[in-house]
C-alpha cells in the first residue's frame, strides 16, 4: 500500500498523543488565550512535541505545520500538518469531542491522515486511493439524498464566517431531519463513517481540516471549500455525502446573492 509506513506511524502517534493529553487532563489543565482568543494549553504544546518528534525521526526530510507553531520547511515536497488538540475547549471542559489530527500532504494534495478521538473510542485513517478506515473497518458516507432524512452537522454558529450564510440559513436549517454541532472534526468523522450526511465549517484552518479532507474523499464522500475549491487553505469548508451536494450548494449560493 502506497504511504504505509507514513500510515502506521500517522496511527501510532496520534494514539501516543491522546494518552498523553489524558494525562495533562487527569491532574488538572489551565487554557490561556492566543491572539485569535482560541484557548491552549500547556496539553496543546507537549503533544504537538511528541508528534513532531516522531516524525522528524521518521521522515526528517519531511516539512511540518502545526497549530501551535511547529514549522519546517520541506526539502520533498512533502509536509505533515498537524492539529496536536483539535477542540481544546471540549478538552479544558472535560467534554469528550476532541481529537488528534494529522494529515501529510504531498505536493499540495493531501495523501494521507489520520484523525483519532480517544473518548468516543475512535481511530480513523485513510490513504490516497486505498479507502478510509475505521478502528479496523472500511468506511463509506451514507447514501442519503434528501435533507428531511439527513443529519446535518454545522460546527460553531457564531463563528466568523457564518454571517455570510445568514440571509439562508434558518429556512435551510429547519429542511433537516437533525441538527448536531460537535466540535468539527468529530462531525467530519462521523459523515465519513455515514453516520451524519453534511458538514458546515464557517471557520477553520488547514491543520483543522488536513485529515478530515482525504477521510470523506476515500469514503465516498465531497470536501470543498464553500467557495468550491478542493482545499484546506480557504479557511472555510464543507463535506457530505454525494447526495447531498445540491442542497449545501444550495445554500452556498444563495450567501453569494
Given at each position: 500500500?502506497?504511504?504505509?509506513?507514513?500510515?502506521?506511524?500517522?496511527k501510532?502517534v496520534?494514539?501516543?498523543a491522546?494518552?498523553?493529553?489524558i494525562?495533562?487532563q487527569?491532574?488538572?489543565?489551565?487554557?490561556e488565550?492566543?491572539?485569535d482568543?482560541?484557548?491552549?494549553?500547556?496539553?496543546?504544546r507537549a503533544?504537538?512535541?511528541?508528534?513532531?518528534?516522531?516524525?522528524?525521526?521518521k521522515?526528517p526530510?519531511?516539512?511540518?505545520?502545526?497549530?501551535?507553531?511547529a514549522s519546517?520547511e520541506?526539502?520533498?515536497?512533502?509536509?505533515w500538518?498537524?492539529?496536536p488538540i483539535?477542540?481544546?475547549?471540549d478538552?479544558v471542559?472535560?467534554?469528550p469531542?476532541?481529537?488528534?489530527?494529522?494529515?501529510?500532504?504531498?505536493d499540495?494534495e493531501?495523501?494521507?491522515?489520520?484523525?483519532?478521538?480517544?473518548?468516543?473510542?475512535?481511530?480513523l485513517w485513510a490513504a490516497r486511493?486505498?479507502g478510509?478506515?475505521a478502528?479496523d473497518?472500511?468506511i463509506r458516507v451514507?447514501?442519503?439524498?434528501r435533507p428531511?432524512?439527513?443529519?446535518?452537522?454545522?460546527?460553531?454558529?457564531?463563528k466568523?464566517?457564518?454571517?455570510r450564510?445568514?440571509?439562508?440559513?434558518?429556512?435551510?436549517?429547519q429542511?433537516?431531519?437533525?441538527?448536531?454541532?460537535?466540535?468539527?472534526?468529530?462531525?467530519?468523522?462521523?459523515?465519513?463513517q455515514?453516520?451524519?450526511?453534511v458538514w458546515i465549517e464557517?471557520?477553520?484552518?488547514a491543520w483543522?481540516?488536513?485529515?478530515?479532507?482525504?477521510?470523506v474523499e476515500?469514503?465516498?464522500?465531497k470536501?470543498?471549500s464553500?467557495?468550491?475549491?478542493?482545499t484546506?487553505?480557504a479557511?472555510?469548508a464543507?463535506?457530505?455525502?454525494?447526495?447531498?451536494v445540491?442542497?449545501?450548494?444550495?445554500?452556498?449560493a444563495?450567501?453569494?446573492?
Amino acid at each position: 500500500m502506497a504511504f504505509e509506513r507514513e500510515m502506521e506511524l500517522a496511527k501510532l502517534v496520534v494514539q501516543e498523543a491522546a494518552a498523553l493529553a489524558i494525562d495533562y487532563q487527569r491532574k488538572g489543565i489551565t487554557a490561556e488565550a492566543k491572539a485569535d482568543e482560541s484557548p491552549v494549553t500547556a496539553a496543546d504544546r507537549a503533544c504537538e512535541k511528541l508528534i513532531v518528534e516522531a516524525i522528524s525521526r521518521k521522515f526528517p526530510d519531511d516539512g511540518i505545520l502545526g497549530e501551535e507553531g511547529a514549522s519546517r520547511e520541506s526539502r520533498n515536497g512533502r509536509k505533515w500538518i498537524i492539529d496536536p488538540i483539535d477542540g481544546t475547549r471540549d478538552f479544558v471542559r472535560g467534554i469528550p469531542l476532541w481529537a488528534v489530527l494529522i494529515g501529510l500532504e504531498v505536493d499540495g494534495e493531501i495523501m494521507a491522515g489520520a484523525a483519532h478521538s480517544p473518548r468516543q473510542g475512535l481511530l480513523l485513517w485513510a490513504a490516497r486511493g486505498h479507502g478510509a478506515w475505521a478502528n479496523d473497518a472500511l468506511i463509506r458516507v451514507s447514501d442519503e439524498s434528501r435533507p428531511d432524512q439527513a443529519v446535518l452537522c454545522f460546527n460553531g454558529f457564531n463563528k466568523a464566517g457564518v454571517e455570510r450564510l445568514e440571509p439562508k440559513l434558518l429556512t435551510w436549517v429547519q429542511r433537516f431531519w437533525a441538527v448536531r454541532s460537535l466540535g468539527g472534526a468529530v462531525d467530519a468523522m462521523l459523515v465519513a463513517q455515514g453516520q451524519a450526511d453534511v458538514w458546515i465549517e464557517p471557520a477553520a484552518a488547514a491543520w483543522d481540516l488536513a485529515p478530515l479532507k482525504i477521510l470523506v474523499e476515500e469514503a465516498g464522500g465531497k470536501f470543498s471549500s464553500f467557495d468550491g475549491e478542493s482545499t484546506i487553505y480557504a479557511g472555510n469548508a464543507y463535506a457530505c455525502a454525494p447526495g447531498m451536494v445540491p442542497y449545501v450548494e444550495e445554500l452556498l449560493a444563495a450567501s453569494k446573492q
